[in-house]
């Protein structure tokens, strides 16, 4: 699955799956510009393991809370790179909102950071996307698909996402094709505690965590697959299932 000679974008590439799935792209080949909001260092890091793969990389900051951030965004991958093939809208926000607890503030917040801005970021790369028969790979969740108790917004969110990409991918076809990961227990939370890993396992079919890799695994293959669009491709262990 060579990517020599394409361009990515992914958002909130600095850290977690965002780093991951810049890591895979960079060792398909691909130059890599990632995104991030305040980790400046980390995004700093991963541009330099990106190089040390051998592939053109950059980084740009943004608070994707707002629209014209995102839109800044894409015009800034586009100035530096020319081109843009690939998309990956990978920003996100989460958390556990219990009935009773949501504020209007954090409802909006999730909406908008998870959702809203997928969209306006798609809609300003689209003309760059057409042109060069490109692909966008849009981070949902195996909540979506298998809700939990205790984060409805965030899971209503991650739920737009799965709509968005089955409507973007009539809205933008044929030039391009549009897919979404929906990950399970692949990246532990950076709030738990090593006494919750035994529970999630047991979740699982497979009876273990995955890993950030295999979501830029996957990343790459949605990329690099000419004829699949549409598509959520849960990476979950068979979590959904359970």
Request: charged share 20%; net charge negative.
């Amino acid at each position: 699955m060579s990517l020599h000679g394409k361009v990515a974008l992914v958002t909130g590439g600095a850290r977690r799956l965002g780093r991951a799935i810049a890591l895979a792209f960079a060792a398909a080949g691909a130059d890599v510009i990632i995104h991030y909001n305040q980790s400046a260092e980390q995004g700093a890091a991963v541009v330099a393991e990106l190089e040390a793969l051998g592939v053109r990389a950059a980084a740009f900051a943004g608070d994707l809370a707002e629209v014209a951030a995102g839109e800044r965004l894409v015009d800034a991958a586009l100035e530096h790179s020319g081109r843009l093939d690939v998309l990956v809208n990978n920003a996100g926000i989460w958390g556990a909102t219990p009935i009773g607890s949501v504020s209007p503030e954090r409802w909006d917040a999730l909406m908008h950071i998870n959702l809203r801005s997928m969209f306006f970021i798609v809609q300003r790369a689209a003309p760059a996307l057409r042109a060069a028969g490109g692909a966008i790979v849009n981070i949902a969740d195996v909540g979506a698909i298998r809700p939990w108790r205790n984060y409805t917004p965030y899971l209503v969110s991650k739920g737009g996402v799965v709509t968005l990409t089955e409507a973007l991918a009539k809205d933008l076809a044929p030039d391009v094709r549009v897919n979404a990961i929906a990950p399970g227990p692949v990246l532990k939370p950076d709030d738990w505690g090593d006494d919750r890993d035994g529970n999630v396992e047991q979740t699982t079919l497979l009876k273990r965590w995955g890993t950030a890799e295999d979501v830029g695994q996957a990343a790459v293959f949605l990329a690099s697959a000419a004829y699949i669009t549409g598509v959520i491709l849960p990476v979950d262990g068979g979590n959904r299932l359970v």
